[in-house]
């Protein structure tokens, strides 16, 4: 077979694929979003904050655009530095490390201080970049089933038990806090429980949560766990694209740990660092979430009018605590067909399918910038939506 025989099979076989995925209602495509926001992370509206963005402008004039290399060459600056220790204050650490965002934070972290002996215990709806730092680190990766910690602990307790088990190696826990598709929430008490009964490394992503929930929005740690207990968690997960309204993101840890980080973790050793002025405008969005409470306890409660709205209406919605409230459908062409009718008339509400979820839904996520009346008008549109389909 000749390059160019090779090149065109390798299309068809592209084209293939992507024909089964249509086929199956799972074809994905960009699209620029309008209408109303029901939809971004944006939860606090700092995204849109004309504050923050004066905020930015001033920042940039004060470094270079780019930070030019990665941290450990040339894209290091004090102002990172700087953000690192008020971001670890705030939230009670020992030392932060900043990444370009979420996902490579909780992808590097668990193949940094995983190996093939190591085996990490999963909450079955953890979030890709965690499953794949889990397959990425070569570990032995155990399921437990969703928010099912009496299986997490069955499931820890037989490793210990099990003689095939490769001696006392590693043994991690990994869960979000607040599930981003889900909007549900672990035990986290229990899972500090169990990480000290059985001797476990525990990882908790904070990224759905912060800004949201505990004392001026540090995360759900912050609302359901004493200081000790927050002290014995040896990684929590935190992004800046979703509250703090900009991107990246940072592991909070111990010295220690950052220590470790700093010398192991490929995507921040051969990363170019992220702008510096991410940095400086991330202080400033801090300053700010400390003072929203109002906008917290709007957000909440226009989740709390959302969520009966749907059951009094008789949609089937998730055990949902928070602002992201998923409309559970039967179908992936069921989904389809209401995200697309509500963007017709003003309302971006996206479809989520499997992969990424095992049941299709429509993922309401909700921001402190919505009123009442538009989550009236929301639950209104779906009702118009559900009998024009029948």
């Not at 397959?135 to 997490?152: E, F, N, T």
Request: glycine share 6%; aromatic share 8%; charged share 30%.
């Amino acid at each position: 077979m000749t390059f160019w025989d090779q090149m065109t099979s390798h299309w068809q076989e592209i084209s293939a694929e992507l024909e089964k995925i249509r086929t199956k209602n799972l074809y994905r495509q960009c699209k620029v979003s309008s209408g109303i926001d029901f939809c971004s992370n944006d939860y606090l509206g700092l995204a849109k904050s004309g504050l923050l963005e004066e905020k930015m402008k001033e920042n940039l004039s004060q470094d270079t655009l780019g930070s030019t290399a990665a941290r450990l060459i040339k894209g290091h600056r004090q102002s990172m530095e700087d953000w690192e220790r008020k971001f670890s204050e705030f939230v009670g650490a020992g030392a932060s490390l900043s990444l370009a965002n979420g996902y490579v934070a909780n992808m590097g972290l668990i193949d940094t201080i995983a190996d093939s002996r190591t085996a990490v215990f999963t909450d079955r709806l953890n979030h890709a970049s965690i499953l794949d730092g889990i397959r990425i680190s070569g570990a032995i990766k155990k399921y437990y089933d969703h928010l099912d910690l009496d299986h997490l602990e069955e499931q820890v307790s037989k490793w210990d038990r099990d003689p095939a088990s490769p001696g006392k190696r590693k043994k991690i826990i990994v869960s979000e806090t607040l599930f981003s598709m889900d909007g549900d929430k672990p035990d986290i008490r229990r899972l500090v429980e169990i990480k000290k009964k059985y001797d476990c490394v525990l990882i908790l992503d904070e990224a759905h949560s912060f800004g949201v929930f505990g004392k001026e929005g540090r995360g759900m740690c912050f609302e359901d766990l004493s200081r000790e207990e927050m002290d014995s968690i040896e990684y929590r997960v935190y992004t800046l694209g979703k509250s703090l309204g900009l991107e990246g993101g940072i592991i909070a840890t111990t010295e220690l740990g950052r220590e470790h980080l700093v010398n192991r973790m490929r995507p921040f050793i051969f990363s170019t660092a992220p702008m510096p002025m991410i940095f400086t405008t991330a202080s400033d969005s801090l300053d700010l979430i400390r003072d929203m409470e109002k906008e917290r306890e709007h957000l909440l409660h226009i989740a709390s009018i959302l969520r009966d709205g749907l059951a009094r209406e008789g949609f089937s919605v998730s055990s949902t605590v928070s602002q992201i409230v998923p409309i559970l459908m039967d179908t992936e062409e069921e989904a389809l067909y209401y995200s697309a009718e509500l963007r017709k008339i003003g309302f971006d509400v996206i479809a989520i399918r499997p992969p990424t979820v095992p049941t299709p839904r429509l993922r309401v996520s909700l921001n402190a910038l919505l009123t009442e009346k538009e989550i009236l008008s929301l639950i209104e549109a779906l009702v118009v939506v559900r009998r024009t389909k029948r």
